[in-house]
């Protein structure tokens, strides 16, 4: 007879890396529909090239490791780290830089200090921050959502503007391109022009720019989902969201004129993708509860900071790369007490 | 392998011993500096050139100082040589001299320096340690070249730009780029490249490191299975 010895708990699950990231790409399809349906094909064009080259990138270093190639690419976490990178950059980056950035994130930042569960920081916002300091100008060349846009581009155009850097006739980079909703409040702040002012534009939604804040809210929807099938936990999109409310509305109750409403930073730029999808990355992020907290709450210091004063307009991707260079600090001061050990013993 | 003192001192600042990609030493004016080949390779002059007289000069005053005085006297020696060099490049070559700026007085922080008085060149004799400071030297200066060649061409795409600085205007035929089109990736440039850049010839170093043991084994091993010289490793 055979008795098989159960420890609890008794309820299975089946949780590995393939499930996790499953899930994860699964929360990501609302607010990706709603970005290619705000900003056009070149988001979907994106995501395929950039999980494609992620994909090769993994097997080649694999390979060049002699690790066994098949059950890290099929983890899946290498097309996740793909589909973040694709959904932070703009519409109609050229492939190359796609290549470069994803390249990067795959084989510098996530294989050379070891592959999956050993990079200090998050391959996707690594990638993206290579790319935004080397090539400013391509990196800030966002479209305007589709009901502010003129000049919607078909597949066909886009994928020759990606792939070949040729516009459609009669059609320049500056009737097509637009800053994003952050920039502009940034710029016209810069310029001394008062919020009241700024909001006359229609680029306004009800709290951040139209378009872009459907666009949080899918992505909301998304991480919702997360939680619930318990693929992260709460404490670091609640504590980075909340924080960042209280920073920026303390802000807005002190100069209204200066500093936008409270949830303008929340529906802005990549605050809901970074709060459930990139902060809670789970190698890069804190582990203990009390840590996440710190974490959560210091990326939303540190977005609020770049943003109102630093030289970025957007600070998601800054915030969570210092935050995980402080991560395992932050871990190691908040370590929870192992239950019969501490308080009130000498060892 | 041959046994002259003076040969293993070459190999060691040139290659086995670096002081940049094995003992890592000197990296503040390694990774400000090598934003293009022709810095490094000034910068890298100038730290030979102090580093030769500073090993001469320690050596030479070796048994006159008391050993808790040292330092104090091996950073004065150095801080002379520094000031010594920085005067003449202000003097004859101004406009490199600009744009390192900071760096050349900063030679004198330089611990590679005063890590070879102390290791080296105060207990040994004063051609060895001439010796020992030009290889260690020109070690440096190859790795400085070899980033700040890597570095410009990655984020500028041009090789010896500004060339003419340093060997006046018959260089200026010296500079090569890829092209108007290439769209250089400005991270190389700016101070996380050089990190990068430092820890990828690092890699490669010891990557040719292990290719020579490896094949240096397989030769040992193979007259020895022969039965043959089994004493010459």
């Not at chain 1, 980056?93 to 050993?118: C, E, S």
């Not at chain 2, 390779?41 to 070796?62: C, D, E, K, M, Y």
């Amino acid at each position: 007879m055979h008795f098989p010895s159960v420890t609890s708990p008794h309820t299975e699950r089946p949780n590995s890396v393939t499930w996790t990231m499953l899930w994860v790409i699964i929360a990501l399809v609302p607010g990706s529909i709603a970005m290619i349906w705000y900003f056009g094909w070149g988001i979907l064009v994106n995501m395929l090239l950039a999980s494609l080259v992620a994909v090769a990138g993994e097997a080649a270093v694999l390979k060049l490791r002699s690790r066994p190639v098949m059950p890290a690419v099929g983890d899946l976490s290498a097309v996740v780290t793909a589909l973040l990178f694709a959904l932070a950059v703009p519409p109609l980056l050229p492939w190359w830089l796609t290549v470069l950035g994803v390249g990067f994130a795959i084989i510098v930042v996530k294989h050379m200090y070891g592959g999956i569960g050993y990079n200090p920081f998050n391959p996707a916002m690594a990638g993206y921050v290579l790319l935004l300091i080397s090539y400013p100008v391509e990196m800030t060349a966002w479209l305007p959502p589709r009901m502010l846009n003129e000049q919607i581009l078909g597949l066909g155009q886009t994928l020759s503007v990606i792939f070949t850097g040729t516009l459609p006739a009669g059609l320049d980079w500056d009737a097509i391109t637009m800053a994003t909703p952050l920039d502009t409040m940034r710029t016209q702040l810069d310029l001394n022009i008062m919020i009241s002012e700024i909001r006359l534009s229609p680029l306004w939604g009800d709290f951040g720019g139209i378009g872009w804040e459907w666009v949080g809210n899918w992505f909301l929807l998304g991480g919702l989902l997360l939680l619930y099938k318990r693929v992260i936990s709460w404490h670091i999109p609640v504590s980075m969201l909340v924080a960042l409310l209280l920073i920026a509305m303390l802000f807005h109750a002190l100069d209204q004129e200066t500093h936008p409403f409270g949830l303008f930073h929340i529906f802005s730029g990549g605050t809901l993708l970074g709060a459930f999808f990139i902060a809670t990355d789970p190698v890069s992020a804190c582990t203990t509860r009390k840590g996440q907290l710190i974490y959560g709450a210091s990326i939303a210091v540190l977005i609020f900071v770049i943003r109102t004063w630093g030289g970025y307009p957007d600070a998601v991707a800054f915030a969570v790369l210092l935050m995980n260079m402080a991560a395992p600090t932050i871990d190691y001061y908040t370590q929870p007490r192992a239950f019969g050990h501490g308080i009130g013993k000498n060892e | 392998m041959t046994d002259n003192p003076y040969v293993k001192l070459v190999k060691d600042g040139l290659w086995t011993n670096n002081q940049a990609l094995v003992a890592l030493l000197g990296l503040c004016p390694l990774l400000a500096v090598t934003n293009s080949a022709v810095n490094g390779l000034g910068l890298g002059i100038a730290t030979t050139l102090v580093l030769t007289l500073s090993n001469g000069t320690v050596s030479l005053i070796r048994n006159l100082v008391r050993s808790e005085v040292r330092l104090p006297v091996f950073v004065l020696v150095i801080a002379s040589f520094v000031t010594a060099v920085e005067l003449s490049m202000n003097a004859w070559f101004h406009e490199l001299y600009k744009i390192l700026g900071i760096f050349i007085p900063l030679i004198v922080t330089n611990c590679a320096i005063i890590g070879r008085a102390e290791a080296y060149a105060s207990k040994h004799s004063l051609g060895r340690s001439l010796l020992d400071g030009l290889a260690m030297g020109i070690g440096f200066t190859l790795v400085l070249v070899t980033l700040g060649a890597l570095r410009e061409l990655v984020g500028q795409g041009t090789l010896f730009d500004q060339a003419h600085l340093m060997f006046g205007e018959a260089a200026q035929g010296l500079r090569f780029s890829l092209g108007e089109d290439f769209k250089g990736m400005l991270m190389a440039i700016l101070p996380p490249g050089a990190f990068i850049g430092l820890g990828f010839l690092i890699a490669i170093k010891n990557l040719i490191d292990k290719r020579l043991t490896r094949r240096q084994a397989a030769t040992v091993r193979e007259p020895l299975e022969q039965g043959t010289e089994a004493g010459t490793a």
